[in-house]
């Protein structure tokens, strides 16, 4: 019998993502818990400003990562991002997304080049 002050562990494969944009957090909130229910998932959010040449805006960062209760794998953390990037694409009404994970960085856009 286990005694009852040792707790259990589990470990898997570090995995994460993180989702940029800006736009109303507020919207891309509501977007997530909606997603959440849909699907189980558990994502952080957290306000950001983005400052560029000739400007600055308020926006969001989404992070998903590999979560050993539920683990998964990076390609289908990745492929998550994707689908959760493009939802809040259209909820947010805005026109591009970056997608950060621990290989690639990709820029997504509806704007003519």
């Not at 891309?28 to 952080?44: D, I, M, P, S």
Request: charged share 20%.
């Amino acid at each position: 019998m286990t005694p009852p002050n040792i707790i259990s562990e589990k470990t898997c494969a570090t995995g994460w993502a993180r989702i940029y944009m800006s736009g109303p957090i507020e919207v891309a909130k509501q977007a997530l818990r909606k997603e959440c229910l849909r699907e189980g998932l558990c994502v952080t959010v957290e306000p950001t400003t983005f400052i560029y040449t000739g400007g600055e805006e308020s926006g969001f960062v989404v992070g998903l990562i590999n979560y050993p209760r539920f683990p998964s794998t990076q390609p289908d953390i990745d492929h998550r991002a994707r689908r959760i990037a493009n939802l809040l694409l259209e909820e947010t009404h805005q026109h591009s997304v970056l997608i950060m994970s621990p290989l690639t960085s990709t820029w997504f856009t509806r704007r003519d080049q």
